[in-house]
């Protein structure tokens, strides 16, 4: 018989530092969730905000059988310098998450062998989510017991820090469920205070990620051009922001991962050398990456403004190219930069 003992055994077996199960009911952070969307914190990002929003209100809309469901966490923390350990302007920064192959694969596979193994044991109704499906799964995450979700919104386990994919098993199976942790945050406003775009905002009972101020939102999800008040403040971002994980205290501890799927291979490219990419030469270099979801002509977009905040006039050249760009983003922003490194002289 599957017990939750077992489970966590073998999620360990499976490449999951940490796991544990919750109960399959709908959460109580439903309703946080949906005045997030009312507040129109969501942004452009339809698959938060359509017919897939109340999907999320209830596992069983997922999985009519689903009983409980197993949380896994796998740490993607690698060896590779902070940004302020690089200092180099002319490097784009790329968040850690996307530093390796992307995670989707890596985690399915785990979870499936996981269910296989299970299955072999007792056979059951099962169902793998992998930050695609509509889940609130840092929420069910935290009720298993993995950590608890930090001002920074991010899930926090005490020990190993948040530099953590997850992914979950819905399942018929009835498994004892485990305990939410207590919020470590206390009085720590680090996250709050090192945003530069402050993106995390005060909410009826805790703190939001506001999505339309985001560094990640600007650099992966919007197809919008980037608000000019917003762009300096993205310094030398082109593809996410760790900023409000980097500082977190429970992170100065933060095993390494030894997953080699994980391992940086793009982590702080040249900007030159990004702008002169052809669309195929991106799609090569990142390809299997999770970067290709910024698309080639966001990412341009990106890199034109990383090129206008680094300060080097070196940049003209290739941004004069840019700017001739058809895509009207790309051309825009590389205007914009043009103009900053004129001024900056
Ligand atoms: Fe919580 Fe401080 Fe970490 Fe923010 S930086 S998530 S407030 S502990």
Sequence with gaps: MVHSGLVKELARECGFEISGIARAVPSPDSDRYSQWVARGMAGTMGYLTDRRAHVRSDPKLLLPAVKSI????????????????????????????????????????????????????????????????????????????????????????????SWFFLGEILTSLELEPDSPPPDRCGTCTRCIDACPTEAIVPSADDYALDARLCISYFTIESRDAIPEAQRTKIGP????????????????????????????????PPLEKLAHLSGEEFRLLFSGSPVIRSKYAGFLGNVAIAMGNSGAAKFRDPLEKLAKSPDPTVAEHALWALGKLNKEG
């Design 70 to 161: 197993i949380c896994v966490g796998a740490l993607y923390n690698t060896r590779a310098p902070s940004p302020e350990g690089i200092g180099n302007r002319e490097l784009g920064w790329i968040s850690r998450y996307a530093w390796g192959d992307d995670y989707h694969d890596v985690l399915r596979s785990g979870l499936t062998t996981l269910a296989t193994r299970l299955q072999a044991v007792e056979p059951f109704e099962f169902k793998i989510c992998v930050d695609t499906a509509p889940l609130l799964e840092r929420s069910y995450a935290r009720d298993a017991g993995l950590g608890w979700i930090g001002k920074n919104t991010c899930l926090i386990n005490q020990p190993l820090g």
């Design 237 to 268: 971002h082109i593809f996410g922001c760790d900023i409000c994980q980097d500082v977190c205290p429970w992170n100065r501890k933060a095993p390494f991962s030894e997953e080699p799927h994980f391992q940086p291979s793009n982590f702080a």
